[in-house]
C-alpha cells in the first residue's frame, strides 16, 4: 500500500483530493494519509471548515488525514512512499527537489517549475536520489487520445506532415476559486496562457506523433486579459507557435485565455494516407478519413471523470518502472515552451530539444 503526502489543498490539489478519494474507494493500492497546505489562510479555511461552504467539513471529512500545515514536519512525522505537489507553479522546484532529498518520489502538477534552470534540477535531484518524478501532463491519458495514438501508431493515416492544434478558455478566473489571480502574476507564475494551456497540447503532440519538438518559431503575447486594476495582465494571455517535430512533421499550435464563449480543444493531424480529426466535429471525437473521402467515426459510450495522471504514477511505483511523463520527458515540453517565449522575445526561430532531431 503506497502511502502519500498531498502538498496544496488550493483548487488542484482538491481535484487530487477527490481522484485519491475515488481510487481508496475502488480498493487500489494507495492511502492518502497526510494533508499539508502551507498558506495560513487555507489552512484555516479548509482545515478548519472557515466559510468555504461547501469547500470545508460539509463536502471532505479531514478527520481521515494527519494535517500539516509544516512541509518539514509532515516529511518528519509520515513514511510516505511518494508526496504529491500540487502547489502553484513558483514552488514546485522547492518542494519537489525537498521531499526527492529526504527519500520520497513525487508527482508534480504542470507545469514543472518557472525556469529551465529549475526544471532540469528537478530532473537532477530524482536521479541523484534514485526517485521516480512524474509530472502532471494529463491529456495523453484522456480515453480519447489512447484510441488515437492506437490508431496512428497503427498507420490508419500513414506517416504525419502536418498538423494544428488549438486550446482555449476564457482563462483560469473561470474555473478556479482561488481568487488570488498568481497566474496573472508573472514574479509568481511566470507564463500565462503558454505554460497552462499550450503545454497541454505539445505534450499531446509529442506523444500522438512519437516525435520531439526540436524548432518553435513563435508569438506570445498579451491582447486582452487585465487585473483587478484595469490593466493588462503581466503574463501572456494567447501564444501562437509554429513547432518542427523531430520525425519532420510540422504543424501551428494556438493557446488562448481569451475565449469568452465556450471553449476550444481540436487536433486535427494530416498524414500520407488521411487525415485525424480529434474533438474537432461534435459527431464523434475521433473522425478519421482516408484518400477517397471515406469517413469513419470512433464514438466512445462514456469518458471517465479521472485525469489518468494518479493512476499511472501508482501503477508504476507499484511496479518500479518509470511513469510515463517522467521528469525527464516533462523536460522535452518545457524545452519548447520555454523556447516558444524566446522565440517570441528575439523575433525568430529557436532550436529546441536538438539530441532528438532524427531526420535530415
Not at 487530487?16 to 494519509?33: F, I, N, T, W
Not at 514543472?112 to 526544471?119: D, K, N, P, Q, S
Not at 461534435?282 to 469513419?296: H, K, S
Request: charged share 25%.
Amino acid at each position: 500500500m503506497l502511502k502519500v503526502g498531498l502538498v496544496g489543498i488550493g483548487f488542484m490539489g482538491r481535484g487530487h483530493l477527490d481522484q485519491y478519494l475515488r481510487l481508496m474507494k475502488e480498493g487500489a493500492p494507495v492511502k492518502l494519509v497526510a494533508l499539508c497546505d502551507v498558506d495560513d489562510k487555507k489552512f484555516h479555511e479548509q482545515f478548519t471548515g472557515g466559510n468555504m461552504g461547501d469547500l470545508g467539513k460539509a463536502q471532505y471529512d479531514f478527520s481521515q488525514f494527519h494535517l500539516y500545515h509544516d512541509f518539514d514536519e509532515m516529511l518528519k512525522n509520515e513514511e510516505l512512499d511518494y508526496v504529491d505537489i500540487a502547489l502553484p507553479t513558483y514552488l514546485h522546484c522547492y518542494y519537489t527537489c525537498k521531499a526527492l532529498n529526504a527519500g520520497h518520489h513525487v508527482l508534480c502538477e504542470k507545469p514543472m517549475a518557472v525556469t529551465l534552470a529549475e526544471c532540469e534540477s528537478m530532473v537532477a535531484a530524482a536521479e541523484r536520489n534514485g526517485k521516480h518524478l512524474m509530472i502532471g501532463h494529463n491529456m495523453r491519458f484522456d480515453p480519447v487520445h489512447r484510441k488515437a495514438k492506437k490508431l496512428l501508431d497503427a498507420g490508419i493515416i500513414g506517416d504525419i506532415i502536418t498538423f494544428r492544434t488549438v486550446l482555449g478558455n476564457s482563462g483560469p478566473e473561470g474555473w478556479s476559486p482561488d481568487r488570488d489571480a498568481w497566474f496573472f502574476d508573472k514574479n509568481k507564475a511566470a507564463m500565462g496562457a503558454l505554460s497552462d494551456m499550450g503545454i497541454h497540447k505539445v505534450d499531446l503532440i509529442q506523444y500522438l506523433l512519437g516525435q520531439k519538438v526540436i524548432e518553435t518559431t513563435a508569438k506570445v503575447v498579451t491582447l486582452n486579459k487585465r487585473d483587478n486594476d484595469g490593466k493588462l495582465i503581466s503574463v501572456d494571455d494567447n501564444a501562437l507557435c509554429i513547432l518542427k517535430m523531430s520525425g519532420g512533421a510540422l504543424g501551428t499550435l494556438a493557446a488562448s485565455w481569451t475565449v469568452y464563449g465556450k471553449g476550444c480543444q481540436s487536433t486535427v493531424l494530416y498524414g500520407t494516407k488521411g487525415l485525424m480529426l480529434i474533438y474537432s466535429e461534435p459527431t464523434a471525437p475521433i473522425i478519421v478519413t482516408d484518400l477517397e473521402g471515406n469517413r469513419t467515426s470512433y464514438n466512445f459510450d462514456s469518458i471517465p471523470n479521472t485525469s489518468g495522471v494518479i493512476d499511472e504514477f501508482v501503477d508504476a511505483l507499484e511496479h518500479n518502472r518509470d511513469p510515463e511523463v517522467s521528469g525527464k520527458e516533462a523536460l522535452t515540453t518545457m524545452r519548447a515552451i520555454f523556447g516558444s517565449i524566446k522565440s517570441s522575445d528575439i523575433g525568430r526561430t529557436v532550436p529546441v530539444n536538438t539530441d532528438f532531431v532524427t531526420h535530415i
